[in-house]
């Protein structure tokens, strides 16, 4: 019943920017917290970000200072922000809603390359 759409992902340069979306239905999206998790090749899926129903924010140390969570709650949406993208950052993104039940969506790509 809960479902969770991302998108944004694409190619971009080292020190590139890109802003991710995840649209989220199926719940009272404002009633919980959200995240952004990421899975790079041969890795184990790893929290990025997450943000609380009052907009306290928690992020991995190796994004801090580069990627910013946001949500707006008037759009069941969460956003990642990622600014000075590294090589490192390319996996796919997938989001997460603290709902129970909540299963993972299809993720969206990005991929740091020259």
């Known amino acids: 019943q809960v479902q969770l759409v991302e998108s944004g992902g694409g190619l971009v340069q080292p020190g590139g920017s890109l802003r991710l979306s995840c649209a989220a239905s199926g719940y009272i999206f404002s009633d919980y917290a959200m995240g952004w998790y990421r899975q790079a090749p041969g890795k184990q899926r790893e929290s990025v970000a997450s943000?609380?129903?009052?907009?306290?924010?928690n992020y991995v140390d190796s994004v801090k200072g580069r990627f910013t969570i946001s949500r707006d709650n008037a759009k069941n949406t969460v956003y990642l922000q990622m600014n000075s993208l590294k090589p490192e950052d390319t996996a796919v993104y997938y989001c997460?809603?603290?709902?129970?039940?909540?299963?993972w969506g299809q993720g969206t790509q990005v991929t740091v390359s020259s």
């Open positions: 943000i609380t129903t009052s907009g306290r924010t």
């Open positions: 997460k809603s603290y709902v129970s039940g909540s299963s």
